[in-house]
T-cell receptor, first 112, second 120 residues
Framework: DIVMTQSPDSLAVSLGERATINCKSS????????????LAWYQQNPGQPPKLLIY???TRESGVPDRFSGSGSGTDFTLTISSLQAEDVAVYYC?????????FGQGTRLEI | EVQLVESGGGLVQPGGSLRLSCAAS????????MNWVRQPPGKGLEWVSY????????YYADSVKGRFTISRDNAKNSLYLQMNSLRDDDTAVYYC?????????????WGQGTLITVSS
């Protein structure tokens, strides 16, 4: 199984500042045949189900604010929130979908 | 609007059984793969099981293989999870989630979840 490791486990950022969350996979999730990284990011607000933010490592889901961006390739990925808003307080998870089983990172708790 | 509503959760003794249901609406259910994903209290997300739109592909996490059975009824727009031989570590919120059209393991819509507590 591919192990997804996020860092840090928790992060405190001031309103308006940048937040950066890292995700590392134990093996590459880049498919050479289509040059796509099989990596997604989710946001889980308190008491709510997860919400899909980003897929293919860097493509925002429809309706997701452009302050959220994803980057990286192969085994190292980053979720960046360019200017933190109060509603961004949540736990963020990366997930690979390269193979079975799809696995999630342990989550990063983002606080203000 | 896509809606996924889970039901069937509750308290069950170790070794017991439970059947979860997920009622889908707002989209053509028969065209989408579906997943069950669980989250133990205060912990992270764990994928449990996948079923494709026609039931021709079904996969399970090793932790539930042989104990859980995923199924669907496209005529009833419903997804199910039969859970047998339940253990303490099956305690979690179970989410029904729609598979993304480009990769069924990506979940683009989630239900609110139903809590399963396995305890004597």
């Amino acid at each position: 199984d591919i192990v997804m490791t996020q860092s840090p486990d928790s992060l405190a950022v001031s309103l308006g500042e940048r937040a950066t969350i890292n995700c590392k996979s134990s093996q590459s999730v880049l498919y050479n045949s289509n040059n796509k990284n099989y990596l997604a990011w989710y946001q889980q607000n308190p008491g709510q189900p997860p919400k899909l933010l980003i897929y293919w490592a860097s493509t925002r889901e429809s309706g997701v604010p452009d302050r959220f961006s994803g980057s990286g390739s192969g085994t190292d990925f980053t979720l960046t929130i360019s200017s933190l808003q109060a509603e961004d307080v949540a736990v963020y998870y990366c997930q690979h979908y390269y193979s079975t089983p799809p696995t999630f990172g342990q989550g990063t708790r983002l606080e203000i | 609007e896509v809606q996924l509503v889970e039901s069937g959760g509750g308290l069950v003794q170790p070794g017991g059984s439970l059947r979860l249901s997920c009622a889908a609406s707002g989209f053509t259910f028969s065209s989408y793969s579906m997943n069950w994903v669980r989250q133990p209290p205060g912990k992270g997300l764990e994928w449990v099981s996948y079923i494709d739109s026609s039931t021709s592909a079904i996969y399970y996490a090793d932790s539930v293989k042989g104990r859980f059975t995923i199924s669907r009824d496209n005529a009833k727009n419903s997804l199910y999870l039969q859970m047998n031989s339940l253990r303490d570590d099956d305690t979690a919120v179970y989410y029904c989630a729609r598979g993304w059209e480009y990769s069924g393991y990506v979940n683009d819509n989630w239900g609110q979840g139903t809590l399963i507590t396995v305890s004597s």
